[in-house]
């Protein structure tokens, strides 16, 4: 029984990492609209069985992003700007309803070490600029910035005590974390600013959850992932 047991976690496990590369292979362009996928060969690509790509085509099936036309042939399904907007909107508000559990339910060390992580990205920030000031390479900053914001996020994540939800966002991003730092770390290696004009955010965040206050901190997560989000999408490539 536990054996079973723990092929069935196993199985999930493998079905949700098959979900999340094929959905991000889908919004970002990489399967483009109308183009053919089978099992066997998405198995292949990602180098796994056929069961959990099939739970991941039937949950894009779902979702709208593959459609099936046979018995055998799912195809890419054509993605408008709108509903890829839609889809950011479910992760703002995600993302939102996690601050306001964390308000909740941070522990007074939990906030601490979000306090210490932007202690360090202050001044790791400090010293990207002035880099960047003097035409020197940035990129092990911009690196040290991403992990210091990942780390972040995640804490967030903790402090909201609500492991259903957390599983929800995790299947709801637009891109993956992988994708998304991709992104941001192209954007600022090649002299943009992306992120330190909503940097003041993450101050914002700490200081609601230390006053317990659910309001603040939802509305500081949303501006700052609707604004990130928006940014990421009208650059990213046209799909279809």
């Not at 601490?112 to 790791?124: G, K, P, S, W, Y």
């Amino acid at each position: 029984m536990a054996e079973q047991a723990l092929r069935a976690l196993e199985t999930e496990t493998l079905g949700d990492r098959a979900y999340r590369a094929l959905h991000e292979a889908i919004v970002t362009g990489e399967l483009h609209e109308g183009q053919k996928v089978t099992e066997r060969g998405l198995a292949e690509r990602l180098s796994m069985s056929p069961t959990p790509v099939r739970a991941a085509i039937q949950r894009l099936e779902q979702e709208g992003l593959l459609r099936r036309t046979g018995p055998r042939t799912v195809l890419v399904a054509k993605i408008g700007d709108t509903a890829l907007r839609e889809i950011a909107e479910v992760e703002v508000a995600l993302r939102g309803m996690a601050a306001r559990f964390a308000a909740r339910h941070a522990t007074p060390a939990q906030i601490d070490t979000l306090e210490a992580i932007l202690d360090q990205a202050d001044d790791v920030l400090v010293v990207l600029r002035e880099r960047r000031r003097q035409g020197r390479d940035i990129s092990r900053h911009v690196d040290a910035m991403l992990d210091l914001m990942e780390r972040f996020n995640e804490v967030v994540e903790d402090c909201a005590d609500n492991p259903l939800l957390i599983s929800i966002l995790s299947r709801a991003r637009v891109f993956s974390r992988e994708e998304r730092r991709r992104l941001v770390r192209e954007r600022i290696t090649r002299g943009s600013d992306y992120g330190e004009d909503r940097y003041a955010t993450h101050h914002r965040l700490v200081e609601a959850l230390r006053a317990g206050d659910s309001e603040r901190a939802e509305a500081a997560v949303i501006e700052d992932v609707r604004g990130g989000l928006s940014t990421l999408l009208a650059e990213s490539p046209p799909l279809g």
